[in-house]
């Protein structure tokens, strides 16, 4: 069930807010008159929300693959505003390339900003929530963890990650009053590609039939995106305004579709592997009326 109200003067704390989902996301919550913690590794990013909103934003340095960043900037934001309700896990990018392509070195990185990154934020803001006995972490994950996309094996895994810590997450912090959504969304109209996605310079001739040229696959793609950031950010504040929230939100149709997709792939390879699958017992298990 949705709230009937908005609850007015939240203080939402969002990583990533210079450009894309995230500064769309702090442009709404900041026009209804919530407080936002604005991060960018570059604070002058956001210089322009802080200064047309004095009292209700603050521009902080961060860069979540710095955990001294994550924990000055969390401690601005308590000692600015109190308290934290939302966390907003935005911040990433994505490597493109296939398994052999990618080196150790950028599948590291990568996950440095998508996985541990976002385990910095929580380790920092869970005390301040669990003090509190309220809060809610919306971690953005991707449509691509349902997608066996060839070249975006690490990103998705990156991403896998992160909803497989967010989970257990959820139950855990439960008790507390403090709820975890994890967002999926689909291909929305921000410059993500082109400013987000880091495409590998190693290209292993072999893998061209199969799967081309990922330059010009991506070269204009930000902009044929159907998805509506504004439409995202008001569905992630109502997921927020819920009584009930979902632990998953998927957004966009694209998205809603592949995950349904994905869904039916694997009950249907469930079902069609499930008497091999269950008779690894030392007695043999009934399936169908067989034996």
């Not at 069930?1 to 900041?30: D, N």
Request: hydrophobic share 45%; proline share 3%.
């Amino acid at each position: 069930m949705v709230a009937s109200s908005v609850s007015q003067a939240r203080v939402w704390f969002i990583t990533g807010s210079s450009r894309g989902l995230g500064r769309v996301l702090a442009e709404t919550l900041l026009e209804r008159g919530e407080r936002v913690v604005l991060t960018a590794r570059n604070p002058q990013q956001v210089e322009d929300l802080a200064a047309k909103y004095p009292s209700c934003a603050l521009a902080v340095r961060l860069d979540v693959t710095k955990p001294e960043q994550v924990r000055e900037a969390v401690k601005q934001a308590i000692a600015n505003f109190g308290r934290i309700d939302v966390l907003v896990n935005n911040a990433g990018y994505s490597t493109v390339g296939t398994i052999e392509e990618v080196s150790d070195d950028a599948v590291r990185h990568l996950f440095e900003a998508n996985f541990f990154g976002v385990l910095e934020m929580l380790r920092a803001v869970l005390p301040h929530m669990r003090q509190q006995r309220s809060g809610h972490i919306l971690n953005i994950s991707s449509m691509l963890c349902f997608a066996a996309s060839a070249t975006n094996g690490f990103y998705s895994s990156s991403k896998l990650a992160l909803e497989g810590i967010s989970g257990a997450l959820a139950n855990e912090v439960a008790p507390f009053g403090i709820k975890v959504t994890i967002v999926e969304p689909g291909a929305f109209r921000t410059d993500f590609i082109t400013r987000s996605v880091v495409v590998t310079d190693t290209h292993i001739e072999d893998y061209k039939a199969s799967i081309g040229d990922i330059r010009q696959q991506l070269r204009n793609a930000d902009h044929d995106k159907l998805g509506d950031p504004k439409k995202a950010s008001l569905a992630m504040i109502q997921v927020v305004d819920s009584d009930n929230p979902p632990m998953r939100l998927a957004l966009g149709a694209d998205a809603v579709d592949l995950i349904d997709g994905a869904l039916e792939f694997i009950k249907a390879e469930l079902d069609a592997w499930k008497e091999v699958a269950v008779n690894t017992a030392f007695k043999e298990i009934v399936v169908g009326g067989k034996t």
